[in-house]
C-alpha cells in the first residue's frame, strides 16, 4: 500500500534547522543570531514561525534574547544537551515512568552524597523544605509541589553536580501536572514521612538507610504514576475536582 507523506509542522522544522546551527557551531556561544526579518527570508517563513522557533529555544535555555540589543546563544555546557530532551519527551506522557526511573538514580545518588557533605546550613535548608511541605500539604497542592520540588533540588545542589541539578528542573517541567495532581489523589502523608526519614538518616550520616528511603520513595512514585496513567481523563478529572 501506498502510505500518505506525514505533514511536519513547519515551525518545528525552523526550530530543528536552528538548534543545527546552534550545535554544529555556526551560531556559537555568546554570539548574537540572525535577526527575526533576516531569518524570515533566509528560511522563506513566516515572521510568526521564526518567532515560534526562538520561543522554543528560549524556553530551553538555549537563546536569551535583550530587549533592543537582540537575541544571543547561551552558554553552552553540559546541561544544553540535558535540555535537549525536553522536546524529545514533552508529549509523551508514557515517558514519565522512563523519566521517574532516571530520577530514582539521580536522587538515590544525591542522598549518598548528601549524607557526606550536609552541615548544619544544609540541613536547615531541608529542613525548612519540609516545614513548608507540612503547611501546605491539606489545602494549596501547588505550593506543597514546588517545595517538595525544591527539596529535591537542594539534595542534588549539594552534589554540586549541575547536571543533578538540571534533571530535576526537567521533571519539574515535563511532570509538573501529573505529580501535583497525584497528591491531590493519593494525598501527602507518607510522601511526607518518607521525607522525614530521609532528612533524619542524612543527619546522622546513616547511608544506608538514606538511599533505602529514597530507593522506597521513588518506587512508591513509580507505582502511583503507573496507576495515575491507566486512568482516563474524565476519572482523573472527578479524582482531583
Known amino acids: 500500500m501506498i502510505e500518505p507523506i506525514e505533514k511536519q509542522n513547519i515551525s518545528n522544522i525552523i526550530f530543528q534547522k536552528m538548534l543545527s546551527m546552534i550545535i554544529e557551531g555556526e551560531w556559537k556561544q555568546g ?36 530587549h533592543g540589543k537582540g537575541t544571543y546563544v547561551s552558554k553552552l555546557d553540559a546541561s544544553f544537551y ?101 497528591v491531590a489523589f493519593y494525598g501527602s502523608e507518607k510522601s511526607i514521612d518518607q521525607h522525614e526519614k530521609c532528612l533524619q538518616a542524612i543527619q546522622e550520616r546513616n547511608v544506608v538507610e538514606a538511599v533505602r528511603i529514597m530507593s522506597e520513595h521513588y518506587d512508591m512514585l513509580i507505582h502511583r504514576l503507573r496507576r495515575w496513567l491507566s486512568m482516563d481523563e474524565n476519572e482523573r478529572k472527578k479524582l482531583t475536582a
Open 31 to 66: 554570539s548574537m543570531i540572525s535577526s527575526e526579518n533576516e531569518l524570515k527570508e533566509a528560511f522563506g517563513v513566516s515572521r510568526d514561525t521564526v518567532r515560534q522557533a526562538i520561543h522554543r529555544l528560549s524556553a530551553l535555555g538555549i537563546l536569551r534574547s535583550y
Open 82 to 182: 540535558l535540555n535537549l530532551m525536553v522536546p524529545v519527551v514533552f508529549f509523551n506522557e508514557d515517558d514519565g515512568i522512563s523519566i521517574l526511573e532516571f530520577m530514582k538514580a539521580i536522587q538515590v545518588e544525591s542522598v549518598r552524597m548528601a549524607c557526606e557533605c550536609a552541615g548544619d546550613e544544609e540541613i536547615a535548608v531541608l529542613t525548612e523544605y519540609m516545614t513548608k511541605m507540612r503547611t501546605m500539604r491539606d489545602n494549596d497542592y501547588e505550593a506543597y509541589f514546588t517545595n517538595d520540588m525544591g527539596y529535591h533540588r537542594y539534595l542534588a545542589h549539594l552534589t554540586r553536580n549541575n547536571l543533578f541539578e538540571k534533571s530535576i528542573d526537567i521533571v519539574e517541567k515535563l511532570l509538573h501536572v501529573s505529580l501535583r495532581d497525584m
